[in-house]
């Protein structure tokens, strides 16, 4: 794949990013390949953010499900490259569902469906390939997991530059000239707030709305016609048979997301009383009795970036501190990785200038 800035010599002093998922890897990647030393920091114990999986095992039988974003289109050039080198990993492939539209009363399938990809063999594979990579590299991107960065703050004396805390590890020992955030709005604003107003206002400006999602496991096939559907009118939005994408194995499995807004109204239930409001609905669509499935919910409080800002990144040289994420972008995995790809040519460029 090809790298559109030029390799130059290292300048002096690791660069800290906070945040592994998507945006944050092509940042820590673009960086490094251009022969910055790069520091990844993220409070989970893996890397993807919000591309995950869950698995767990019922009575003894495995099951996986894609619980955060169930799938992503490429349509930039650049990340079309990406998912390429990654299909040829094995680490994505096309997901050849079919896609329908629920409108509350009756199922239609969706003729020209746009081409839809999927981690394999699950949604945080992409990730997983490129942290290896990001290891294997001459001078490897250093990970640190179970990492809460919290605060932030600007460091004391010559040179300033900050410092980062963790509740999982206290202050780290290295203080950085430069930071960038790769993490949701709201968790951008509470780090920025008392060190960098003015990004913490941005990030404030941008609106993330929750989703909770149910992964269901049946006893049998479903049968609806359908492996993706958008649904209206009903809790639900989306529904998919996770089980369904490539290579995948294990008991027929479905995903379920609510709405924003049956999730902004419901945020605050319990994961009980949701799964069975879920599970409702989806019997309601045809789905199975929610007596005879296994349903597990999760709650993300900031799932979709519903008013990104289109402006793809945010850097400010003076301060040694930029913003990257979907909600700088178009609020899509493809968003994520454009950001994270154009703050690392925005950081590499000053670092050119302050060398010339
Ligand atoms: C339910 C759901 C459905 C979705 N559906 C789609 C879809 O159909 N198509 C699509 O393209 N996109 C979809 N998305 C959105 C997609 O997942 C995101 O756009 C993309 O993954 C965002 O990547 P990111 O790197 O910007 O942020 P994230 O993936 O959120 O990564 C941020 C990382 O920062 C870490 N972090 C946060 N705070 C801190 C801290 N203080 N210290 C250390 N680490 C921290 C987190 O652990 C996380 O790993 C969906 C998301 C959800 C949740």
Redesign the pocket.
């Known amino acids: 794949m090809s790298i559109p800035i030029p390799s130059p010599s290292a300048p002096s002093g690791p660069i800290a990013i906070?945040?592994?998922?998507?945006?944050?890897?092509?940042c820590a990647q673009l960086l490094a390949r251009a022969g910055h030393s790069v520091h990844v920091?993220?409070?989970?114990r893996g890397?993807?953010?919000?591309?995950?999986t869950r698995r767990g095992t019922d009575a003894g039988a495995h099951w996986q499900c894609d619980?955060?974003?169930?799938?992503?289109?490429a349509h930039d050039a650049d990340f079309r490259a990406q998912v390429r080198s990654w299909q040829e990993a094995g680490a994505t492939a096309p997901w050849p569902g079919r896609i329908g539209l629920h409108d509350g009363e009756r199922l239609r399938l969706q003729d020209n469906a746009p081409q839809?990809f999927v981690g394999t063999p699950r949604m945080t594979s992409p990730a997983a390939h490129m942290v290896r990579g990001m290891q294997d590299m001459p001078d490897p991107v250093r990970f640190q997991w179970q990492?809460?960065?919290?605060p932030l703050q600007t460091a004391a004396g010559e040179g300033a530059g900050w410092t980062l805390h963790?509740p999982e590890h206290g202050a780290a020992p290295q203080r950085y000239r430069t930071v960038l955030l790769?993490?949701?709005a709201p968790?951008?604003g509470?780090?920025l707030e008392a060190v960098a107003p003015e990004a913490a206002r941005l990030a404030r400006s941008a609106r993330m709305r929750p989703?909770w999602?149910v992964m269901v496991r049946c006893a049998g096939p479903v049968p609806m016609a359908v492996d993706g559907c958008v649904v209206e009118h009903s809790p639900l939005r989306?529904i998919a048979r996770d089980s369904s994408k490539p290579g995948r194995s294990g008991p027929e499995t479905w995903l379920l997301?609510a709405s924003h807004s049956w999730s902004e109204a419901h945020l605050e239930d319990d994961a009980q009383t949701v799964t069975a409001a879920l599970l409702q609905a989806f019997a309601q669509l045809g789905g199975p009795s929610p007596a005879s499935v296994q349903a597990t919910s999760h709650r993300?409080r900031?799932?979709?970036?519903t008013q990104p800002l289109h402006v793809d990144c945010w850097w400010s040289p003076a301060a040694g501190l930029g913003l990257?994420?979907?909600?700088l972008h178009n609020?899509?995995?493809?968003?994520?990785?454009l950001?994270?790809r154009s703050l690392a040519r925005a950081v590499h460029a000053a670092g050119q200038r302050h060398a010339a």
């Open positions: 906070i945040g592994a998922g998507l945006a944050g890897l092509a920091f993220d409070k989970s890397a993807s953010g919000r591309m995950s619980h955060g974003a169930p799938s992503f289109q839809r990492t809460t960065v919290e963790s790769a993490v949701p968790q951008a509470a780090l989703c999602s989306w997301q993300w900031y799932a979709d970036a990257c994420g979907d909600w609020g899509t995995v493809e968003g994520a990785w950001s994270g």
